[in-house]
């Protein structure tokens, strides 16, 4: 047996001895995702020892480094890993922003010691991450951010508004783009820093979405302290480690996202609503709609294949990502408008029982705001232009 | 998939030798001299001497073996500069057929022939405008043919017809000889500069194959991977054609690239080129494996770089303004063949209800 054959084989033999019956139900929204942090309430006593055997392993962060906290696993490995526990629909045991977001930035920029603090807590789901890049005036054009950090010998003093801070009222810590020399021009200015958001002089009001939620917030900064040794990268080069970082999350927005359509065919889910005549769906032109889809899908799923194959042999995702992003976010979009195409009024009920509470509709709302976060869609072609097809600036 | 080294090295000898020997200005030549032929018989012997012929055909029958992705990969160098040559008639549909529906006499005859070049097969397949292989219309009664077939690509010029007909066991492939008494054979030009004839069969005879059921089945799948790849490499041509004249173009005093509205249409159509030249390589390689969801691959595939093509072909257009309206320009040859080999064994659209219909909905 090869190296890989009997890692299969461990593999499938541990998660069948240690995935609880419970957490191998495929989720019924996104709502029992496990995202972990001080605050977090465990739905059940399965999530939380999955959640503790994963993180003793080292999987809930298969490829980063063992002294981290990760499982130290290969390409190939966590591969198996992934296709393993898919083949028993295992979940996903914890996942935040700490994990896609800053963690691949930690790793690349930060220093050891900030890498010792911060990464093996994210493992074990014990601190949960929000992001703070966004503001009032700067969206698309994020550089422009105004919130200051100034300089107070042994530490920093943050004053500023950030917006759309995803969970800032549910997260331990944030990392954030602050402005450390004002008199820079505007990408040579920023820092990228981390702190608790218990901090004194933090606060965070929620906004509520049009799907009824309020994942995201306005968060405030009056003079919040900040440590001097939490500057990831160098001081005023924070621009740097905020691209690299948005590339890993848009190459995650990019992905299947969670919940309902989740590993869903849309052709039957169809068809128990639109019916079915000589075998076929009824409704022709949604039947249509459909399979146009599912190529598009399907055509996605190689080129994502292709680019991740080539980056392997050194090449890359870089600015792909917003390729991928730009693609999976529209083809989900088209997902849920189809989806709702084939539920008709079923779909509309905003918070039945039968619905679980307005699902569907909530979901469908939801994913308008994928072509949005981490970088408009807008944003992502000029990106493709520029960057990948070398057209030239105004 | 990632090509290996040897895939790598077909790549780049076919894309020289398509290039020099095949570019679009040939196709232009050919159709202003009216080819006699229609196709381009100094390239054909070049491929034949390259063993092109033969990348379908087995070793044992004189071929490489070399499978769907080394056709692809063949086909794909062919979009990009339009080349005219029988190599999906005879090279991929009639070895495809042959070697998956033939007697061994059958195969013993006639792959080794199409290898060398010696001979030149051609598929009659649809008996309306459309393509419909479900329903069939021509039909062999007592071992004789009669129906009618269009779209028969270098039907004019073929050795060796093979026919879609019903016979006692169902549809099937069947072999005609293309001289044989009561086989009219009308030459059509199409859009494309490319021709395709239309055939009467009166009571012609029909030798059955082993399995013609299963030879039509092979003819098809084979055709609409290679087909897929012929349209990519059609696709990122006119992208490229075209990315190029967006950082020539001047207006306004500035590079027509730099308008965002084209610059958003450009970076669309690089990542929808970019999808069906995954996607295309995907089906070829799941024909080779055998995969269970080739044939899903290969509709999606041939389904999505009909769309595809024809969008490059149509944006390639338009972002030239008026020089691309033009014949003189090359563009227009690109998105005549994107609608042609689009409408070949079967369009985006039945494509798509195939697919549909294999997926259970
Ligand atoms: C669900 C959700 C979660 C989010 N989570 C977070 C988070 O956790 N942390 C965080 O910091 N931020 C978060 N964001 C914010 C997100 O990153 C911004 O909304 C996004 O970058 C766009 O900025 P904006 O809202 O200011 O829109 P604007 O930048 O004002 O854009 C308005 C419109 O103009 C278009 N536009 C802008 N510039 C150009 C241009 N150059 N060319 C063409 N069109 C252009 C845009 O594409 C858009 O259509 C989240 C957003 C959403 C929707």
Known sequence: MSDLEQFRADTRAWLDANCPEEMRQPMKSQSEHCWGGRKWEFQSEAQKVWLERMADKGWTAPQWPKEYGGGGLGPEEAAILDEEMKRINARTPVSNFGFWMLGPALLKFGSEELKREHLPPICRGEIRWCQGYSEPNAGSDLASLQTRAEDKGDHFLVNGQKIWTSYADKADWIFCLVRTDPEATKHNGISFVLFDMESDGVTTRPIELISGESPFCETFFDDVKVDKNQVVGELNRGWDVAKYLLTHERNNIGGEPPGFLKGRALGPLAAEYVGTEHGKLADTALRADIARLEIDQIAFKALVEKIRAEAEAGQGVGAQSAVLKYYGTELNKRRYEVMMDALGAEGLEWDSERTMGGLYAREWLRSKGNSIEGGTSEVMLGIVSKRLLGLPDA | ?361
Request: charged residues 25%.
């Open chain 2, 1 to 361: 998939m990632k090509l290996n080294d040897e895939q790598q090295m077909l790549q780049d000898s076919v894309a020289r030798l398509m290039a020099d020997k095949g570019p679009v200005s040939r196709l232009r030549q050919l159709r202003d001299e009216n080819s006699e032929k229609g196709y381009d018989e100094p390239l054909w012997h070049a491929m034949v001497e390259a063993g092109l012929t033969g990348i379908l055909v087995p070793e044992e029958h004189g071929g490489i073996g070399f499978g769907l992705v080394g056709a692809g990969l063949v086909a794909r160098e062919i979009g990009r500069n339009l080349s005219v040559t029988p190599f999906l008639s005879s090279a991929v549909l009639g070895a495809a057929a042959l070697s998956a529906g033939g007697s061994d006499a059958q195969k013993a005859e006639w792959l080794p022939a199409i290898a060398e070049g010696r001979a030149i097969t051609a598929l009659a397949i649809d008996d309306g405008a459309k393509h419909r292989p479900e329903a069939i219309q021509a039909r062999v009664e007592n071992g004789l043919l009669s129906g009618a077939k269009l779209l028969v690509l270098d039907g004019h010029v073929a050795d060796l017809l093979l026919v879609a007909a019903q016979g006692d066991n169902g549809a099937g492939l069947f072999l005609v000889d293309p001289n044989a008494e009561g086989v009219t054979i009308e030459r059509t030009q199409m859009a494309d500069s490319r021709n395709a004839a239309r055939i009467r069969f009166d009571n012609v005879p029909a030798q059955a194959m082993t399995d013609g059921a299963a030879a039509l089945a092979a003819a098809l799948r084979a055709g609409r991977a290679v087909l897929a790849a012929e349209l990519s490499g059609l696709a990122l041509e006119v992208f490229e054609r075209t990315l190029a004249y967006l950082k020539e173009r001047k207006q306004f005093g500035r590079l027509i690239g730099t308008f965002q509205a084209l610059q958003h249409r450009a970076a669309l159509l690089s990542g929808e080129v970019a999808m069906t030249e995954a996607l295309a390589m995907q089906a070829l390689d799941a024909c080779d494996r055998n995969a269970e969801d080739a044939d899903q691959l290969v509709l999606a595939a041939k389904s999505k770089a009909a769309k595809v093509a024809l969008l490059a072909g149509q944006e390639g257009v338009q972002m030239h303004g008026g020089i691309g309206m033009t014949d003189e320009f090359d563009i227009g040859f690109f998105l005549k063949r994107a609608r042609a080999g689009g409408e070949t064994l079967g369009d985006a659209n039945y494509c798509a209800d195939r697919f549909a219909a294999l997926r259970g909905y």
